[in-house]
């Protein structure tokens, strides 16, 4: 790994607390160092990590948080998710993977058996124990979540999570448990954030979600009836809308209501049940 890194192939994308290094000014565009500054910043990194190669280029992630590294003039770094949606597929993608990886190691350098430091192995992708007694790998860990769009006849069921936009309402979701299977999930979730019971849970689609370290797994499910008290705890709100109510001329104009943003996988399941022919009127 250290001779491929060396090479002047190697690509390094540069992360900074959790923020990737994008040229702004109009469209965004991710920037991979390369040749001497590529390879200036790597060394000044703590650790390189091997993301493997796209079209024959080996790429990197290299963390240069705390580092002085002269990249002011190349762009600055910014949250992914505020860019990401104006960003090639491609390059959205490395820089997710890349931020994640990073985002790992920063808080595995002490083996959560021994306490004693870890070490990096296997390309960056594996940290061991230094501990000679105890020697335990850690590897990259993703947490599944599972998100869903509850629907009844001709409408669905949206929330407001307590953080959210002023006028965001989206999709349930939350995180699968121990021994859980991903239906399980969904229709103890929806239970506990607003007390609707739920059958026909069907898989949709998924989204890695590398916010810290996630991926979401989409699914439909028909609500049994139409009655739902909101779990405060979990939510501020939630409202059932109409198809017609959710399309896009139909929105207020003044922000009071939207729905999340189009590269989203709450989107995508919401438009999905929009494009869908309405089933027959069910009273709840």
């Known amino acids: 790994m250290i001779e491929l890194a060396s090479s002047g192939a190697a690509r390094f994308v540069p992360i900074d607390t959790e923020k990737n290094l994008v040229k702004t000014g109009g469209n965004p565009e991710a920037v991979f160092l390369q040749g001497m500054m590529g390879r200036a910043v790597a060394n ?51 820089l997710a993977y890349a931020r994640g990886m990073t985002y790992w190691h920063r808080r595995h350098r002490y083996c959560g058996v021994c306490g004693a ?68 999930a969904v229709a103890r979730e929806v239970y506990e954030e607003v007390k609707v019971r739920v059958k026909d849970v069907v898989y949709r689609s998924s989204q890695p979600w590398p916010f ?40 207020p104009k003044d922000g009071s209501f939207f729905m999340p943003r189009r590269d989203s996988i709450a989107r995508r399941l919401i438009e999905e049940w929009l494009g869908h022919e309405a089933g027959p009127s069910v009273n709840g």
Not at 128 to 137: A, I, Q, R, S
Not at 141 to 151: G, W
Request: hydrophobic share 35%.
């Open 212 to 251: 810290p370290a996630s991926v979401m797994i989409g699914f439909h499910a028909e609500a049994e009836s139409m009655d739902f008290s909101v779990n405060e705890s979990e939510l501020e709100s939630a409202r059932w809308m109409s198809r017609e109510e959710l399309r896009t001329e139909n929105l």
């Open 117 to 184: 430091t870890t070490k990096v192995t296997r390309g960056g992708h594996v940290r061991m124990c230094t501990n000679e007694n105890c020697k335990t790998e850690t590897f990259p860990r993703t947490d599944p979540a599972v998100i869903m769009l509850v629907h009844h006849g001709d409408k669905c069921l949206l929330g407001r999570g307590k953080h959210f936009p002023r006028g965001m309402h989206s999709t349930l979701a939350g995180f699968v448990e121990p021994g859980e299977s991903f239906e399980d």
């Open 44 to 94: 000044s990194s703590d650790v390189q990590i091997f993301l493997g190669y796209v079209e024959g280029t080996p790429y990197f992630a290299v963390d240069v948080t705390g580092k002085d590294v002269p990249l002011k003039d190349l762009g600055e770094f910014v949250d992914l998710r505020q860019v990401g949606p104006l960003l090639f597929a491609r390059e959205g993608s490395i």
